[in-house]
């Protein structure tokens, strides 16, 4: 839209000044008391006009910088024995319980892949596999997604 206004104010302007109709310059003849223009004018100071909106209208209105999407890394296979680090303890290897209130699960591991569900606390997840600090996991209700893993832990009971 601005690209479109900075072209027709610079064609008016620009065709205003060469019209001598408008009071501008250019040819003209005088005759019967008064001035009648080349009709020509206008229409080489229209194209001026619009060529000259479409180059400020580039100067002026850059386009967006483009937007770089890069892919999630690849889930790693569920090692034999779980390490406390990731968030969850020795105990049943498939499986983590939550333990905060609320727990978002995200499309990829990573905070700025999107939330397809939450899962509340004491719900159990069976694990499908790893990523540093994230756990690949299956809920309750069947979905299959991704949680942090240090807001789990080892399944209690």
Not at 83 to 103: F, R
Not at 128 to 152: C, D, K, L, Q
């Amino acid at each position: 839209m601005k690209k479109t206004i900075t072209v027709l104010l610079t064609l008016i302007v620009v065709t205003a000044t060469a019209s001598p109709v408008l009071g501008g310059g250019g040819r003209g003849y005088r005759h019967c008391g008064g001035y009648c223009g080349d009709s020509g004018d206008v229409w080489v100071a229209a194209g001026i006009g619009l060529l000259t909106g479409v180059v400020l209208s580039a100067i002026l209105n850059p386009p967006p910088p483009r937007t770089v999407v890069y892919a999630s890394p690849a889930p790693t296979a569920l090692p034999p024995a779980p390490a406390a680090a990731q968030g969850y303890a020795a105990g049943a290897p498939g499986a983590v319980s939550v333990n905060v209130e609320a727990l978002n699960v995200r499309s990829g591991p990573g905070l700025y892949q999107g939330i397809i569900g939450r899962v509340r606390y004491g719900e159990v997840l069976t694990v499908i596999g790893t990523s540093p600090g994230w756990i690949n996991v299956r809920t309750p209700g069947g979905s299959i997604g991704w949680v942090m893993a240090r807001y789990t832990a080892s399944p209690a009971g």
